[in-house]
């Protein structure tokens, strides 16, 4: 997986899965998707949120991908991660062709690293950077203490991601299975969804296992294969 300088320094690694061709695109969420793909001369910055499980983060790391070749580069940082950098990491971003901001919300109330994401704001601003925010809520709702900060949050071209329903998430297994060169019928589809956590992690998580566990064993994958891995 090819990564630009900047994430191999960072030591933040992205899923290679986590791509557009991998993301199933509901009705819902198609605009979202040709917005970030194609985005418009107003959308510099995107503040883009949604529930656990949404696709937040793999839209944001498919951004990344999406802008490998970029030549100057692109940048993914997990604020869930944040205490393992120093909030200097934002410094000189406007540098690059794309910055990827996940996990908004564990920013707020930190006073330094919201002074940082402020200054790096304000020089992306000014630049031809393009500046992509994650969270799982709206930036009202963050309870960021520097107000010129929240403004600028506020002043984002937002976005909700909708979660899939369960038609979707069948559809949405199914496209990651066949990217893997598994094909899975209607039966093992409704097998698997009817024992497993139902959110699109959780069964993301399975589909792994059991193609570990196909790959080990050189058999297809059946029920009965299913059975014995999930021990179900």
Not at 5 to 16: E, I, R
Not at 107 to 131: H, P, Q, Y
Request: overall charge negative.
């Amino acid at each position: 997986m090819a990564t630009s300088p900047t994430q191999l320094t960072l030591g933040v690694s992205l899923n290679d899965d986590a791509t557009f061709d991998n993301f199933l695109i509901s009705d819902a969420n198609l605009q979202i998707v040709q917005s970030l793909r194609d985005p418009s001369p107003d959308s510099k910055i995107i503040y883009l949120w949604g529930p656990g499980s949404s696709g937040v983060t793999h839209l944001l790391q498919a951004m990344c991908h999406h802008y490998e070749g970029a030549d100057r580069g692109a940048i993914y940082l997990p604020l869930s991660q944040k205490g393992e950098f120093a909030p200097e990491i934002l410094s000189g971003t406007n540098n690059l062709s794309l910055v990827c901001l996940d996990d908004m919300e564990e920013l707020a109330g930190d006073r330094m690293w919201e002074a940082a994401l402020f200054t790096a704001f304000n020089a992306i601003m000014e630049s031809n950077t393009k500046l992509l925010l994650g969270a799982h809520n709206v930036p009202l709702s963050m309870r960021v203490d520097l107000p010129d900060l929240n403004s600028r949050l506020q002043s984002a071209l937002i976005f909700q991601l909708r979660s899939l329903d369960e038609i979707e998430k069948r559809r949405a297994l199914q496209l990651r299975a066949s990217k893997r060169g598994i094909e899975l019928s209607d039966s093992v589809i409704d097998f698997i969804y009817q024992r497993c956590d139902r959110s699109m992690s959780g069964l993301i998580d399975v589909l792994l296992k059991l193609d570990h566990s196909s790959l080990t064993h050189k058999r297809k994958l059946t029920i009965p294969l299913i059975k014995t891995t999930m021990a179900w």
